[in-house]
């Protein structure tokens, strides 16, 4: 594969949104390249700093090996150096995890998205060997990923500390919506200031701006990045009342996840509604119907962005 010259670093990475990319599905199953490279531009000229492919929102745990591969490639080629490519491996053993971390690597990812195991029940201590082994796989760098309501299993702020001196750890994206644990994970970056604590739960972005969280992996960032860059740049600048705006637009926006069967067709349909993508999910998810578009369109119009706005499909 061909080197891409970087033009980015770890550290302006994740402080910035870096967030969880959607699989654009053609009919078929395939991954559609030329919407997938699509989405990827919009991401980053809309204000993210990373695209974190292959998580939740990517429907990682769902795909084959080979549309896991497609999907990395197409956005190693859509970032063009400018933004790194993180893969996520949110599988439910060390195995399968080090083997897709092997062929992120060789797919040309920049760095691992990696969390607890599941299914069956783990300790901390297997959450410790977990993230060693996938270590061990790979010269890539790894952003731990806590998301207990997908995986049943918390990774502990100790788990998280003892992880935190090894220098190929970024960080951690949490997405358990618990603040004091998010505000536990922040305390770790005394002893290691280098750590990166990023918010995946769209409804504490304000509290983790101004708690001192570094970044955003918002859903919701796949349509609008700039939202959630412009809610951390109000933070950083001293503005608690532009904060707590900005939070209540997003809180308006993310009543978007209810209005299909699903919380990922109702993703999906939002983007397939400002031209990012068709709509559609894996495998056993349908889309969402006419009728729950227009449901979505209705609820999303009044707080847009301007330039978002403009790019929504009429009813």
């Not at 654009?24 to 700093?49: K, S, W």
Request: charged share 15%.
């Amino acid at each position: 594969m061909a080197t891409t010259e970087r033009r980015w670093t770890w550290d302006t990475v994740l402080t910035g949104v870096v967030p969880p990319v959607i699989s654009v599905l053609d009919a078929t199953g395939g991954i559609d390249e030329a919407l997938q490279q699509a989405l990827c531009e919009h991401i980053l000229g809309d204000g993210g700093t990373g695209l974190f492919v292959l998580g939740g929102c990517g429907e990682g745990a769902w795909l084959t090996p080979e549309q896991r591969s497609t999907v990395i490639r197409h956005s190693v080629s859509a970032s063009a150096g400018r933004a790194p490519v993180i893969a996520g491996v949110m599988l439910p053993a060390t195995a399968l995890a080090v083997d897709a971390a092997k062929r992120a690597a060789d797919s040309g990812a920049d760095g691992i998205v990696a969390g607890s195991p599941y299914y069956n029940g783990v300790d901390a201590s297997a959450h410790l060997r977990h993230i060693e082994s996938i270590l061990d796989a790979t010269p890539l760098p790894i952003l731990l990923y806590n998301i207990p309501q997908s995986t049943y299993h918390m990774l502990s702020v100790a788990t998280v500390a003892a992880l935190s001196s090894e220098p190929r750890i970024l960080g951690i994206k949490d997405s358990s919506g618990q603040l004091e644990h998010f505000q536990a994970l922040i305390g770790i970056k005394s002893a290691a200031p280098q750590f990166r604590v990023l918010q995946g739960a769209e409804f504490a972005m304000a509290a983790t701006a101004l708690l001192g969280g570094d970044g955003a992996v918002p859903g919701m960032g796949n349509f609008a990045p700039s939202l959630f860059r412009d809610l951390f740049v109000a933070a950083r600048s001293g503005n608690p009342e532009t904060v707590n705006a900005f939070q209540a637009q997003i809180v308006e926006l993310t009543k978007l996840h209810g209005l299909a069967s699903h919380w990922l067709p109702s993703l999906k349909g939002a983007c397939r509604l400002l031209g990012l993508g068709n709509g559609r999910p894996a495998a056993p998810l349908l889309a969402a119907s006419e009728l729950e578009l227009a449901s979505i369109r209705a609820a999303i119009a009044p707080h847009l962005p301007a330039h978002l706005l403009a790019r929504l499909s009429p009813a």
